[in-house]
């Protein structure tokens, strides 16, 4: 049964994407621009001005390469709500949970979305001018296409995945691996990580990690909140067993 669903869910995936990376690579010009905005923000903030940002490639199928893989890149984030149900919906099948797929999914894709702009307005701007700031009259930044797609893409998407920290604590408190008594006695151990994690994603400079590190925690303290609904869900279901047990031994 499982593996059954599994597979009619996978296809479904890839049918999805498939498609929509179609009408990705049409339009993938356009999807190019947003992307490069970042860098071009980075390119008048250098000393002197005066650059323009031209992308080049290195290889004679670089270019075709990197626009397919933009076009799925694109394609997946454009479908992203339908595979986030489809996977939440595996996942509480697998874990025999009964509940709505729909909000959860709406949950996800929110939290998704805005850890990818927090991504795109902020942090990489920030990662950007700071990489560019190398730059020197001897040494003029030049961006291949494929890399740049790659660097600006698991970027943004890595971000979106972070965001869902909340979720993530929220399914653990449901299956019963994590308690908000456990989360709140290591909050400074989630610190730590969330701190190391920052200087990770972001440029060496205070700030840049700072604000990386001040949605973490706040994305920390909301999973304290799910995973307490989960648990307190979790008690009023078992109250109702009991209650129904004991009314069924008095019945009898």
């Not at 296809?11 to 994407?17: D, E, G, L, S, Y």
């Not at 923000?41 to 270019?63: N, R």
Request: proline share 4%; net charge positive; charged share 10%.
């Amino acid at each position: 049964m499982i593996f059954t669903e599994l597979r009619k869910r996978l296809v479904i995936i890839t049918a999805t994407i498939f498609i929509a990376a179609i009408a990705c690579f049409a339009l993938g010009e356009q999807i190019r621009a947003i992307l490069l905005q970042p860098a071009h923000m980075a390119y008048a903030g250098l000393e002197g001005g005066g650059l323009d940002l031209q992308l080049i490639f290195l290889t004679p199928s670089e270019a075709l390469m990197a626009n397919i893989r933009l076009a799925f890149i694109a394609g997946a984030a454009l479908t992203l709500p339908i595979i986030l149900y489809q996977v939440v919906t595996i996942a509480m099948i697998a874990t025999g949970r009964k509940r709505s797929a729909v909000w959860l999914t709406i949950v996800m894709y929110f939290l998704f979305a805005l850890g990818g702009s927090f991504a795109y307005f902020v942090v990489l701007p920030f990662a950007l001018n700071f990489f560019v700031g190398f730059s020197g009259p001897d040494l003029v930044p030049s961006f291949s296409i494929a890399r740049y797609i790659s660097f600006t893409s698991s970027f943004l998407f890595s971000f979106g995945l972070v965001f869902q920290l909340p979720v993530l604590f929220w399914f653990l408190g449901v299956v019963g691996l994590v308690n908000t008594a456990f989360l709140r006695s290591n909050r400074k151990f989630a610190l730590l990580v969330i701190v190391i994690f920052a200087a990770v994603l972001t440029p060496p400079d205070i700030f840049s990690q700072v604000l990386m590190a001040i949605p973490l925690m706040i994305l920390y303290e909301i999973g304290i909140f799910m995973v307490y609904l989960a648990w307190r869900k979790k008690g009023k279901e078992q109250e109702k067993l009991e209650t129904q047990a004991e009314n069924g031994t008095s019945g009898s």
